[in-house]
Protein backbone atom coordinates (compact mmCIF):
# COMPACT_ATOMS: atom_id res chain seq x y z
CA UNK A 1 0.00 0.00 0.00
CA UNK A 2 1.38 2.98 -0.97
CA UNK A 3 1.67 6.27 1.18
CA UNK A 4 -0.70 8.07 -1.06
CA UNK A 5 -3.48 5.76 -0.45
CA UNK A 6 -5.70 5.59 3.06
CA UNK A 7 -5.55 2.70 5.33
CA UNK A 8 -9.59 3.22 5.46
CA UNK A 9 -11.99 5.03 4.10
CA UNK A 10 -14.45 6.97 4.88
CA UNK A 11 -13.82 5.96 8.28
CA UNK A 12 -15.22 2.63 7.80
CA UNK A 13 -13.96 0.54 4.78
CA UNK A 14 -10.14 -0.94 5.69
CA UNK A 15 -8.31 -1.29 2.42
CA UNK A 16 -6.46 -4.86 3.35
CA UNK A 17 -4.84 -6.09 -0.28
CA UNK A 18 -4.46 -4.73 -3.75
CA UNK A 19 -6.33 -6.61 -6.26
CA UNK A 20 -6.36 -4.49 -8.95
CA UNK A 21 -5.50 -0.94 -11.23
CA UNK A 22 -6.72 0.18 -14.50
CA UNK A 23 -6.62 3.98 -15.97
CA UNK A 24 -9.54 4.72 -13.35
CA UNK A 25 -8.14 3.65 -10.23
CA UNK A 26 -7.51 0.35 -8.06
CA UNK A 27 -9.63 -2.13 -6.84
CA UNK A 28 -8.82 -3.40 -3.03
CA UNK A 29 -9.97 -5.96 -1.28
CA UNK A 30 -11.67 -4.66 1.73
CA UNK A 31 -13.58 -4.79 4.85
CA UNK A 32 -16.84 -2.72 5.66
CA UNK A 33 -16.08 -2.62 9.49
CA UNK A 34 -20.18 -0.98 9.93
CA UNK A 35 -21.53 -4.15 8.12
CA UNK A 36 -18.66 -6.77 8.87
CA UNK A 37 -18.29 -8.16 5.69
CA UNK A 38 -15.74 -8.70 3.02
CA UNK A 39 -16.21 -5.58 -0.24
CA UNK A 40 -14.14 -4.56 -3.06
CA UNK A 41 -13.44 -0.74 -2.76
CA UNK A 42 -12.22 1.24 -5.69
CA UNK A 43 -10.60 4.58 -5.17
CA UNK A 44 -10.73 6.47 -8.49
CA UNK A 45 -7.71 8.18 -9.72
CA UNK A 46 -7.77 11.78 -9.71
CA UNK A 47 -5.38 12.07 -12.07
CA UNK A 48 -7.36 10.37 -15.20
CA UNK A 49 -10.30 13.04 -14.81
CA UNK A 50 -11.93 15.98 -12.51
CA UNK A 51 -13.58 15.04 -8.76
CA UNK A 52 -17.08 16.07 -10.61
CA UNK A 53 -16.83 13.78 -13.53
CA UNK A 54 -15.77 10.64 -11.23
CA UNK A 55 -18.35 11.43 -9.12
CA UNK A 56 -20.72 11.27 -11.65
CA UNK A 57 -19.30 8.02 -13.36
CA UNK A 58 -19.52 6.34 -9.66
CA UNK A 59 -23.46 7.28 -9.19
CA UNK A 60 -23.50 5.89 -12.74
CA UNK A 61 -22.40 2.39 -12.23
CA UNK A 62 -24.30 2.72 -9.12
CA UNK A 63 -27.78 2.62 -11.22
CA UNK A 64 -27.02 -0.25 -13.04
CA UNK A 65 -28.79 -3.05 -10.79
CA UNK A 66 -28.52 -6.54 -12.71
CA UNK A 67 -27.78 -9.81 -11.60
CA UNK A 68 -25.06 -10.10 -13.86
CA UNK A 69 -23.33 -6.84 -12.87
CA UNK A 70 -21.21 -6.16 -9.52
CA UNK A 71 -23.84 -4.54 -7.05
CA UNK A 72 -22.39 -1.06 -6.38
CA UNK A 73 -22.90 -1.10 -2.19
CA UNK A 74 -22.13 2.59 -1.45
CA UNK A 75 -20.67 5.57 -3.24
CA UNK A 76 -18.84 8.98 -1.12
CA UNK A 77 -16.12 10.78 -1.32
CA UNK A 78 -12.98 10.54 0.96
CA UNK A 79 -10.42 13.28 0.99
CA UNK A 80 -11.42 14.69 -2.51
CA UNK A 81 -11.44 11.01 -4.55
CA UNK A 82 -14.58 9.38 -5.30
CA UNK A 83 -15.11 6.54 -4.28
CA UNK A 84 -17.18 3.34 -4.52
CA UNK A 85 -17.63 0.15 -2.74
CA UNK A 86 -19.07 -3.41 -4.32
CA UNK A 87 -19.80 -6.67 -3.81
CA UNK A 88 -16.15 -8.62 -3.37
CA UNK A 89 -16.35 -11.75 -5.94
CA UNK A 90 -14.37 -14.91 -4.90
CA UNK A 91 -14.72 -16.10 -8.26
CA UNK A 92 -12.28 -16.52 -11.40
CA UNK A 93 -12.52 -14.06 -14.28
CA UNK A 94 -12.86 -15.57 -17.82
CA UNK A 95 -9.32 -14.37 -18.94
CA UNK A 96 -8.13 -16.37 -15.29
CA UNK A 97 -9.78 -19.86 -16.66
CA UNK A 98 -8.78 -19.91 -20.10
CA UNK A 99 -4.99 -18.84 -18.60
CA UNK A 100 -5.56 -21.85 -16.04
CA UNK A 101 -7.11 -24.59 -18.53
CA UNK A 102 -7.00 -23.43 -22.27
CA UNK A 103 -10.13 -22.72 -24.41
CA UNK A 104 -13.80 -23.72 -22.39
CA UNK A 105 -16.34 -25.74 -23.11
CA UNK A 106 -18.34 -24.66 -25.98
CA UNK A 107 -21.67 -24.70 -24.00
CA UNK A 108 -19.87 -23.25 -21.18
CA UNK A 109 -18.87 -20.08 -23.56
CA UNK A 110 -22.02 -19.84 -24.94
CA UNK A 111 -23.40 -19.62 -21.01
CA UNK A 112 -20.42 -17.29 -19.81
CA UNK A 113 -20.59 -15.05 -22.33
CA UNK A 114 -24.86 -15.00 -22.95
CA UNK A 115 -24.67 -13.43 -18.95
CA UNK A 116 -22.13 -11.01 -19.89
CA UNK A 117 -24.19 -9.89 -22.63
CA UNK A 118 -27.32 -9.61 -20.16
CA UNK A 119 -25.09 -7.74 -17.55
CA UNK A 120 -24.14 -4.89 -20.21
CA UNK A 121 -27.75 -4.72 -22.11
CA UNK A 122 -28.48 -3.68 -18.37
CA UNK A 123 -25.69 -0.98 -18.61
CA UNK A 124 -26.61 0.09 -21.73
CA UNK A 125 -29.87 0.39 -21.10
CA UNK A 126 -29.14 2.95 -18.17
CA UNK A 127 -26.48 4.98 -20.48
CA UNK A 128 -23.45 3.44 -19.22
CA UNK A 129 -20.79 2.33 -21.43
CA UNK A 130 -17.57 0.07 -19.95
CA UNK A 131 -15.51 0.92 -22.19
CA UNK A 132 -12.19 -1.55 -20.92
CA UNK A 133 -13.77 -4.61 -21.97
CA UNK A 134 -11.57 -7.30 -22.05
CA UNK A 135 -11.74 -10.84 -20.36
CA UNK A 136 -11.08 -9.80 -17.19
CA UNK A 137 -14.10 -7.53 -16.97
CA UNK A 138 -16.40 -10.66 -16.08
CA UNK A 139 -15.84 -12.75 -12.66
CA UNK A 140 -17.75 -14.91 -10.81
CA UNK A 141 -19.49 -14.94 -8.05
CA UNK A 142 -18.84 -17.55 -5.23
CA UNK A 143 -22.30 -19.13 -6.50
CA UNK A 144 -21.42 -19.13 -10.05
CA UNK A 145 -22.72 -16.30 -11.47
CA UNK A 146 -20.79 -14.29 -13.53
CA UNK A 147 -20.97 -10.31 -13.58
CA UNK A 148 -19.37 -7.42 -15.21
CA UNK A 149 -17.24 -5.44 -13.68
CA UNK A 150 -14.37 -2.59 -13.78
CA UNK A 151 -16.57 0.12 -15.88
CA UNK A 152 -14.11 2.63 -17.32
CA UNK A 153 -14.62 6.24 -18.15
CA UNK A 154 -16.42 6.38 -21.83
CA UNK A 155 -14.11 8.74 -23.67
CA UNK A 156 -10.77 6.67 -21.58
CA UNK A 157 -8.39 4.98 -24.03
CA UNK A 158 -7.22 1.48 -22.86
CA UNK A 159 -3.44 0.17 -22.52
CA UNK A 160 -1.73 -1.23 -25.11
CA UNK A 161 -3.15 -4.76 -23.63
CA UNK A 162 -6.50 -3.39 -24.19
CA UNK A 163 -5.93 -2.82 -28.13
CA UNK A 164 -6.86 -6.64 -28.16
CA UNK A 165 -10.10 -6.25 -27.67
CA UNK A 166 -10.45 -2.66 -29.33
CA UNK A 167 -13.53 -1.69 -31.49
CA UNK A 168 -12.40 -0.44 -34.95
CA UNK A 169 -14.11 3.01 -34.61
CA UNK A 170 -12.42 3.60 -31.05
CA UNK A 171 -9.06 3.06 -32.50
CA UNK A 172 -10.06 5.17 -34.95
CA UNK A 173 -10.84 7.97 -32.22
CA UNK A 174 -14.31 8.17 -32.02
CA UNK A 175 -16.00 7.79 -28.60
CA UNK A 176 -16.77 4.30 -27.32
CA UNK A 177 -20.48 3.19 -27.60
CA UNK A 178 -22.85 0.15 -26.85
CA UNK A 179 -21.46 -1.48 -30.06
CA UNK A 180 -17.67 -0.89 -29.45
CA UNK A 181 -18.80 -3.10 -26.24
CA UNK A 182 -20.26 -5.53 -28.04
CA UNK A 183 -17.32 -5.96 -30.70
CA UNK A 184 -15.11 -6.19 -27.50
CA UNK A 185 -17.58 -9.38 -26.13
CA UNK A 186 -16.84 -10.67 -29.53
CA UNK A 187 -13.17 -11.11 -28.66
CA UNK A 188 -13.61 -12.19 -25.45
CA UNK A 189 -16.04 -14.81 -26.80
CA UNK A 190 -13.21 -15.73 -30.09
CA UNK A 191 -10.50 -15.64 -26.96
CA UNK A 192 -12.50 -18.36 -24.24
CA UNK A 193 -13.37 -20.77 -27.75
CA UNK A 194 -9.47 -20.56 -29.02
CA UNK A 195 -7.56 -19.57 -26.08
CA UNK A 196 -6.44 -16.63 -28.48
CA UNK A 197 -7.95 -13.33 -29.42
CA UNK A 198 -8.88 -12.77 -32.84
CA UNK A 199 -5.66 -10.64 -33.87
CA UNK A 200 -1.91 -11.04 -31.93
CA UNK A 201 1.06 -9.15 -32.44
CA UNK A 202 2.48 -5.49 -31.56
CA UNK A 203 0.34 -3.07 -30.43
CA UNK A 204 0.00 -1.51 -33.82
CA UNK A 205 0.10 -4.25 -35.88
CA UNK A 206 -3.11 -5.22 -34.05
CA UNK A 207 -4.66 -1.87 -34.09
CA UNK A 208 -4.33 -1.96 -37.84
CA UNK A 209 -5.88 -5.35 -38.34
CA UNK A 210 -8.80 -4.49 -36.34
CA UNK A 211 -9.30 -1.59 -38.97
CA UNK A 212 -8.33 -3.48 -41.92
CA UNK A 213 -7.99 -7.42 -41.17
CA UNK A 214 -10.94 -9.84 -41.30
CA UNK A 215 -10.81 -12.34 -38.32
CA UNK A 216 -10.82 -16.29 -39.25
CA UNK A 217 -13.84 -17.77 -38.19
CA UNK A 218 -13.20 -19.25 -34.92
CA UNK A 219 -13.77 -22.88 -36.28
CA UNK A 220 -10.25 -22.21 -37.96
CA UNK A 221 -8.62 -22.80 -34.84
CA UNK A 222 -11.17 -25.11 -32.79
CA UNK A 223 -13.10 -27.31 -35.51
CA UNK A 224 -15.58 -28.78 -33.18
CA UNK A 225 -17.18 -24.82 -33.35
CA UNK A 226 -20.48 -24.99 -34.86
CA UNK A 227 -21.53 -22.99 -37.76
CA UNK A 228 -24.25 -20.72 -35.72
CA UNK A 229 -21.27 -20.11 -33.26
CA UNK A 230 -18.96 -18.86 -36.17
CA UNK A 231 -21.57 -16.56 -37.38
CA UNK A 232 -22.19 -14.84 -34.24
CA UNK A 233 -18.71 -14.11 -32.86
CA UNK A 234 -18.32 -12.64 -36.95
CA UNK A 235 -21.21 -10.17 -36.69
CA UNK A 236 -20.13 -9.06 -33.22
CA UNK A 237 -16.93 -8.39 -35.05
CA UNK A 238 -18.34 -6.56 -37.72
CA UNK A 239 -16.07 -3.46 -39.04
CA UNK A 240 -19.05 -1.43 -39.29
CA UNK A 241 -20.79 -0.41 -35.73
CA UNK A 242 -24.38 -0.48 -37.60
CA UNK A 243 -23.78 -4.14 -38.57
CA UNK A 244 -23.00 -5.72 -35.48
CA UNK A 245 -25.96 -7.65 -33.46
CA UNK A 246 -28.99 -4.93 -31.89
CA UNK A 247 -27.48 -5.16 -28.38
CA UNK A 248 -26.68 -7.43 -25.70
CA UNK A 249 -30.24 -9.27 -25.16
CA UNK A 250 -29.68 -10.12 -28.95
CA UNK A 251 -26.72 -11.70 -28.53
CA UNK A 252 -27.59 -13.60 -25.16
CA UNK A 253 -30.54 -14.95 -26.65
CA UNK A 254 -28.71 -16.27 -30.08
CA UNK A 255 -26.02 -17.82 -27.56
CA UNK A 256 -28.85 -19.48 -25.67
CA UNK A 257 -30.35 -20.96 -28.98
CA UNK A 258 -26.82 -22.41 -30.07
CA UNK A 259 -26.38 -24.28 -26.52
CA UNK A 260 -29.52 -25.45 -25.72
CA UNK A 261 -31.52 -25.49 -29.42
CA UNK A 262 -35.48 -25.31 -28.89
CA UNK A 263 -37.68 -28.59 -29.22
CA UNK A 264 -37.81 -29.50 -32.79
CA UNK A 265 -41.96 -29.53 -33.41
CA UNK A 266 -43.58 -32.65 -34.83
CA UNK A 267 -44.36 -32.90 -38.34
CA UNK A 268 -47.34 -32.94 -40.69
CA UNK A 269 -48.79 -36.54 -40.54
CA UNK A 270 -47.56 -37.24 -44.23
CA UNK A 271 -43.85 -37.05 -42.02
CA UNK A 272 -41.75 -39.43 -41.09
CA UNK A 273 -42.73 -41.17 -37.58
CA UNK A 274 -40.53 -40.22 -34.38
CA UNK A 275 -37.34 -41.87 -34.73
CA UNK A 276 -37.34 -43.02 -38.32
CA UNK A 277 -34.28 -40.77 -40.07
CA UNK A 278 -35.44 -37.48 -41.56
CA UNK A 279 -35.76 -37.13 -45.83
CA UNK A 280 -33.13 -35.83 -47.10
CA UNK A 281 -32.55 -32.02 -47.01
CA UNK A 282 -32.72 -30.05 -50.49
CA UNK A 283 -29.30 -29.50 -51.99
CA UNK A 284 -27.17 -26.44 -51.51
CA UNK A 285 -28.80 -23.60 -53.58
CA UNK A 286 -31.91 -24.94 -54.23
CA UNK A 287 -34.98 -22.56 -53.70
CA UNK A 288 -37.35 -23.24 -51.05
CA UNK A 289 -41.01 -24.08 -51.83
CA UNK A 290 -43.39 -21.75 -50.82
CA UNK A 291 -41.86 -18.28 -50.69
CA UNK A 292 -40.00 -17.67 -47.40
CA UNK A 293 -37.35 -20.12 -45.21
CA UNK A 294 -39.49 -21.69 -42.24
CA UNK A 295 -38.60 -21.37 -38.82
CA UNK A 296 -35.62 -23.57 -38.37
CA UNK A 297 -34.42 -23.37 -41.69
CA UNK A 298 -31.28 -22.50 -42.57
CA UNK A 299 -30.78 -19.53 -45.52
CA UNK A 300 -27.75 -20.14 -48.08
CA UNK A 301 -25.13 -17.43 -48.28
CA UNK A 302 -23.03 -16.77 -51.12
CA UNK A 303 -19.60 -18.47 -50.38
CA UNK A 304 -20.26 -20.54 -47.25
CA UNK A 305 -20.09 -18.07 -44.70
CA UNK A 306 -22.49 -15.19 -44.87
CA UNK A 307 -21.60 -11.22 -45.38
CA UNK A 308 -20.41 -9.54 -41.85
CA UNK A 309 -24.00 -7.64 -41.16
CA UNK A 310 -26.28 -10.43 -43.04
CA UNK A 311 -27.32 -12.11 -39.74
CA UNK A 312 -27.38 -8.83 -37.78
CA UNK A 313 -29.13 -5.78 -39.14
CA UNK A 314 -29.83 -2.72 -36.61
CA UNK A 315 -33.33 -1.67 -37.79
CA UNK A 316 -33.26 0.44 -35.19
CA UNK A 317 -31.05 1.51 -32.31
CA UNK A 318 -32.15 -0.21 -28.92
CA UNK A 319 -33.87 -3.29 -31.23
CA UNK A 320 -33.52 -6.40 -28.72
CA UNK A 321 -35.83 -9.02 -30.88
CA UNK A 322 -33.94 -11.89 -30.56
CA UNK A 323 -33.14 -13.74 -33.72
CA UNK A 324 -35.37 -16.54 -35.22
CA UNK A 325 -34.97 -20.03 -34.55
CA UNK A 326 -32.08 -21.53 -37.17
CA UNK A 327 -30.70 -18.09 -38.11
CA UNK A 328 -27.24 -19.51 -37.80
CA UNK A 329 -27.86 -22.68 -39.56
CA UNK A 330 -24.47 -23.32 -41.59
CA UNK A 331 -26.63 -23.40 -45.35
CA UNK A 332 -23.09 -26.19 -46.45
CA UNK A 333 -24.80 -29.14 -44.30
CA UNK A 334 -23.83 -30.26 -41.27
CA UNK A 335 -20.15 -30.31 -40.37
CA UNK A 336 -17.54 -32.23 -38.14
CA UNK A 337 -18.43 -31.02 -35.01
CA UNK A 338 -21.76 -28.67 -35.70
CA UNK A 339 -23.78 -30.53 -33.32
CA UNK A 340 -20.94 -31.78 -30.68
CA UNK A 341 -22.99 -28.88 -28.07
CA UNK A 342 -26.42 -30.30 -29.32
CA UNK A 343 -28.45 -32.35 -26.67
CA UNK A 344 -30.86 -35.38 -28.52
CA UNK A 345 -34.39 -33.78 -28.63
CA UNK A 346 -36.56 -35.32 -25.49
CA UNK A 347 -39.30 -37.60 -26.94
CA UNK A 348 -42.51 -35.93 -27.77
CA UNK A 349 -44.76 -35.83 -24.86
CA UNK A 350 -46.93 -39.32 -24.16
CA UNK A 351 -50.64 -38.66 -25.43
CA UNK A 352 -53.42 -38.54 -23.36
CA UNK A 353 -55.73 -40.32 -26.04
CA UNK A 354 -54.84 -43.58 -24.27
CA UNK A 355 -55.51 -42.20 -20.83
CA UNK A 356 -58.88 -41.20 -21.85
CA UNK A 357 -59.76 -44.68 -23.44
CA UNK A 358 -58.67 -46.57 -20.14
CA UNK A 359 -60.79 -44.20 -17.95
CA UNK A 360 -63.69 -44.48 -19.91
CA UNK A 361 -63.20 -48.25 -20.28
CA UNK A 362 -63.04 -48.64 -16.22
CA UNK A 363 -66.18 -46.56 -15.90
CA UNK A 364 -67.63 -49.19 -18.19
CA UNK A 365 -66.70 -52.03 -16.16
CA UNK A 366 -67.93 -50.11 -12.89
CA UNK A 367 -71.36 -49.35 -14.27
CA UNK A 368 -71.51 -53.23 -15.75
CA UNK A 369 -71.31 -54.49 -12.48
CA UNK A 370 -73.33 -52.43 -10.58
CA UNK A 371 -76.25 -52.68 -12.30
CA UNK A 372 -75.33 -56.47 -12.29
CA UNK A 373 -75.54 -56.25 -8.23
CA UNK A 374 -78.87 -54.34 -8.47
CA UNK A 375 -80.04 -56.90 -10.64
CA UNK A 376 -78.82 -60.09 -8.62
CA UNK A 377 -80.17 -58.19 -5.30
CA UNK A 378 -83.45 -57.74 -6.53
CA UNK A 379 -84.09 -61.13 -8.16
CA UNK A 380 -83.30 -62.96 -4.70
CA UNK A 381 -85.89 -64.29 -2.78
CA UNK A 382 -85.85 -63.99 1.20
CA UNK A 383 -85.12 -67.50 2.53
CA UNK A 384 -88.33 -70.12 3.83
CA UNK A 385 -88.32 -70.61 7.41
CA UNK A 386 -87.38 -74.46 8.59
CA UNK A 387 -84.17 -76.09 9.54
CA UNK A 388 -81.80 -76.54 6.31
CA UNK A 389 -80.85 -79.99 5.89
CA UNK A 390 -76.62 -80.52 6.00
CA UNK A 391 -74.53 -83.59 5.64
CA UNK A 392 -72.40 -82.07 8.62
CA UNK A 393 -73.16 -80.87 11.89
CA UNK A 394 -73.55 -76.79 11.91
CA UNK A 395 -72.26 -75.32 15.18
CA UNK A 396 -73.89 -72.19 15.71
CA UNK A 397 -73.07 -68.85 17.12
CA UNK A 398 -74.96 -65.57 17.99
CA UNK A 399 -73.97 -62.73 16.17
CA UNK A 400 -75.20 -59.55 16.39
CA UNK A 401 -77.82 -57.68 14.59
CA UNK A 402 -75.93 -56.33 11.40
CA UNK A 403 -76.68 -52.40 11.29
CA UNK A 404 -77.72 -51.05 8.05
CA UNK A 405 -75.11 -49.82 5.71
CA UNK A 406 -76.56 -46.80 3.53
CA UNK A 407 -76.07 -47.38 -0.28
CA UNK A 408 -72.60 -45.84 -1.68
CA UNK A 409 -73.63 -42.62 -3.38
CA UNK A 410 -72.40 -42.27 -6.81
CA UNK A 411 -72.55 -38.19 -6.50
CA UNK A 412 -69.37 -36.63 -5.66
CA UNK A 413 -68.96 -34.82 -2.65
CA UNK A 414 -68.34 -30.98 -3.31
CA UNK A 415 -65.08 -29.85 -2.88
CA UNK A 416 -64.52 -27.89 0.64
CA UNK A 417 -64.26 -23.88 0.27
CA UNK A 418 -62.08 -23.30 3.12
CA UNK A 419 -58.76 -23.01 1.40
CA UNK A 420 -57.35 -24.56 4.82
CA UNK A 421 -54.85 -23.24 7.54
CA UNK A 422 -52.80 -20.40 6.53
CA UNK A 423 -49.23 -20.64 6.84
CA UNK A 424 -47.74 -18.81 9.81
CA UNK A 425 -45.14 -16.22 8.86
CA UNK A 426 -41.76 -16.46 11.01
CA UNK A 427 -42.07 -12.83 11.74
CA UNK A 428 -43.38 -9.24 10.92
CA UNK A 429 -41.07 -6.84 9.06
CA UNK A 430 -42.07 -4.00 11.32
CA UNK A 431 -40.92 -5.93 14.74
CA UNK A 432 -38.51 -8.62 14.05
CA UNK A 433 -35.08 -8.55 12.86
CA UNK A 434 -33.86 -12.11 10.72
CA UNK A 435 -31.55 -14.18 11.87
CA UNK A 436 -28.27 -12.94 10.60
CA UNK A 437 -29.43 -9.30 10.28
CA UNK A 438 -31.15 -7.60 7.06
CA UNK A 439 -28.59 -7.69 4.75
CA UNK A 440 -28.32 -11.06 4.80
CA UNK A 441 -32.17 -11.22 4.40
CA UNK A 442 -32.07 -9.30 1.84
CA UNK A 443 -29.75 -11.33 -0.05
CA UNK A 444 -31.92 -14.36 0.46
CA UNK A 445 -35.03 -12.51 -0.85
CA UNK A 446 -32.91 -11.51 -4.29
CA UNK A 447 -31.79 -15.40 -4.33
CA UNK A 448 -35.50 -16.28 -4.11
CA UNK A 449 -36.21 -14.10 -6.67
CA UNK A 450 -33.89 -15.28 -9.03
CA UNK A 451 -34.08 -18.88 -8.41
CA UNK A 452 -38.10 -18.00 -9.32
CA UNK A 453 -36.50 -16.30 -12.69
CA UNK A 454 -34.75 -19.93 -13.15
CA UNK A 455 -37.97 -21.84 -13.10
CA UNK A 456 -39.02 -19.41 -15.71
CA UNK A 457 -42.74 -18.42 -14.60
CA UNK A 458 -42.19 -15.08 -13.15
CA UNK A 459 -42.95 -11.93 -15.71
CA UNK A 460 -39.54 -10.50 -16.35
CA UNK A 461 -40.36 -7.30 -15.75
CA UNK A 462 -41.68 -8.12 -12.19
CA UNK A 463 -38.72 -9.99 -11.65
CA UNK A 464 -36.49 -6.75 -12.86
CA UNK A 465 -38.40 -4.06 -10.19
CA UNK A 466 -37.97 -6.87 -7.46
CA UNK A 467 -34.18 -7.01 -7.58
CA UNK A 468 -33.72 -3.13 -8.02
CA UNK A 469 -36.14 -2.30 -4.93
CA UNK A 470 -34.55 -4.81 -3.01
CA UNK A 471 -30.92 -4.09 -3.72
CA UNK A 472 -31.48 -0.47 -3.21
CA UNK A 473 -33.36 -1.44 0.32
CA UNK A 474 -29.87 -3.17 1.02
CA UNK A 475 -28.15 0.51 0.07
CA UNK A 476 -30.68 2.23 3.25
CA UNK A 477 -29.62 -0.72 5.69
CA UNK A 478 -25.50 -0.10 5.00
CA UNK A 479 -26.25 3.96 5.38
CA UNK A 480 -28.41 3.23 8.46
CA UNK A 481 -31.21 4.37 7.60
CA UNK A 482 -33.55 1.32 8.68
CA UNK A 483 -37.01 2.89 8.39
CA UNK A 484 -36.45 3.67 4.84
CA UNK A 485 -35.26 0.28 4.14
CA UNK A 486 -38.40 -1.26 5.83
CA UNK A 487 -40.59 0.91 3.89
CA UNK A 488 -38.63 -0.33 0.62
CA UNK A 489 -38.69 -3.52 1.44
CA UNK A 490 -42.60 -3.73 2.66
CA UNK A 491 -43.59 -1.76 -0.95
CA UNK A 492 -41.94 -4.56 -2.64
CA UNK A 493 -43.38 -7.26 -1.27
CA UNK A 494 -46.89 -5.78 -1.18
CA UNK A 495 -45.83 -5.53 -4.88
CA UNK A 496 -45.46 -8.91 -5.33
CA UNK A 497 -49.15 -9.89 -3.91
CA UNK A 498 -50.65 -7.81 -6.05
CA UNK A 499 -48.13 -9.56 -8.97
CA UNK A 500 -49.81 -12.78 -8.16
CA UNK A 501 -53.22 -11.70 -8.59
CA UNK A 502 -52.48 -10.63 -11.42
CA UNK A 503 -50.96 -13.63 -12.71
CA UNK A 504 -47.42 -12.17 -13.37
CA UNK A 505 -45.88 -13.77 -10.41
CA UNK A 506 -46.57 -17.34 -9.67
CA UNK A 507 -48.17 -18.25 -6.24
CA UNK A 508 -45.80 -21.15 -5.72
CA UNK A 509 -42.38 -21.96 -5.73
CA UNK A 510 -39.35 -20.35 -3.35
CA UNK A 511 -40.61 -16.96 -4.03
CA UNK A 512 -43.88 -17.58 -2.60
CA UNK A 513 -42.47 -19.74 -0.04
CA UNK A 514 -40.15 -16.52 0.92
CA UNK A 515 -43.02 -14.21 1.06
CA UNK A 516 -45.39 -16.60 3.28
CA UNK A 517 -42.11 -16.27 5.89
CA UNK A 518 -43.07 -12.65 6.12
CA UNK A 519 -45.29 -10.56 6.94
CA UNK A 520 -44.88 -6.63 5.57
Given at each position: ????????????????????????GQVWRGYDQRADWTVAVKVLDTGAATPEVLRQHAQAVARVIHPNVAMVLDVGDHEGAPFLVMEFLTGESIGEEVAGQGPLPITEVCDLVGQAAAGLEAAHRAGVVHGQIGPDSFRRA????????????????????????????????????????????????????????????????????????????????RAEVPGE??????????KDPAARPAGGETVRRALAAIARPPRTQPGPATGPHPGQAAPPTAPQGAPHQGGAPQPGQATSHPGGVPQTGQIFTRP?????????AGAFHDSDGPRKGDTAIYDAPPPPPPSNRRLFV?????????????VGLVLWAGSRGEPEAGPTPSATPITTTSTPEPTETPEPSTSIAPLPTDPGPTPNPKGTLANSVPPGGWVKWLGEFDKSVTAQETIGDIEP?????????IRKAGRKFLENHDDSALDQITGVMRELRKGQEKGDVPTSGPLNDFLDNWKP
Open positions: MSDATPSLVAGRYRLDELIGSGPTGSGVLKVVGFGLADQVSSDDGVLYRAPEVIGGRAGEAAADLYALGCVCYEALCGRPPFEGTPDEVGDRHLHAEPEPPSRHLDRLVLAMLAGAGDTHAMPQLGAALAVIAVVTRAARKAHEK
